[in-house]
């Protein structure tokens, strides 16, 4: 969570250098269309990026916990469950959301011309935005995956209450997804 604020902290003055270029350029109208498809590209890309570092995170953190709840299982003559890839796998399909996302925004650059000049920055933020939801998602359920993990190593009960738990976590994602193709496909 800390690494998503200080990025957030170092974007801020992007930001603000890119509002005053915009300003002083005129307005978004000015900006050239191939600039404008190179910014939803860009954002396009950040969409499955987010959501990948997110399920990298998730994934990582879930595994971790699932190879030490397997040595706890040999050390103690205990059959190592095999369900705990499922545990570690979970944060992944973020990643695939992110990616239905990207394949929408770079729809958006297709239909970039002059009746549609300025479009770029919706596409732009709902790319962005999108992506980092799902990539904090995608985190937060490899945390809580990796729980799950050691929970069922250790009682090896609850397994389909543990699965519910982690789908709770990635329907923030689905939402986000579900929003995100009905804003871009309205727009």
């Given at each position: ?159 389909a209450n543990q699965l519910m738990a982690l789908g709770i ?19």
């Open positions: 969570m800390s690494l998503l604020l200080e990025t957030f902290a170092n974007l801020t003055p992007v930001l603000a250098q890119a509002a005053d270029a915009a300003q002083a350029a005129g307005n978004a109208a000015d900006l050239p269309f191939f600039d404008q498809k190179a910014l939803i590209y860009a954002a396009a890309f950040m969409s499955i990026g987010f959501a990948a570092i997110g399920s990298a995170y998730g994934c990582g953190s879930a595994s971790c916990a699932a190879m030490g709840a397997w040595k706890k299982c040999y050390a103690q003559n205990k059959p190592a469950p095999f369900q705990l890839l499922i545990f570690a796998g979970a944060p992944l399909s973020q990643t695939i959301y992110g990616m239905i996302v990207m394949f929408i925004v770079m729809g958006g650059a297709a239909n970039v011309g002059p009746e549609t000049a300025g479009n770029w920055i919706v596409y732009s933020l709902v790319g962005i935005l999108a992506g980092i939801a799902m990539g904090v998602s995608a985190l937060w359920q490899g945390i809580s995956a990796a729980a799950a993990a050691d929970a069922f190593a250790e009682t090896g009960k609850g397994f976590v990635e329907t923030v994602a689905i939402f986000v997804l579900a929003f995100s193709i009905v804003l871009l496909n309205s727009f």
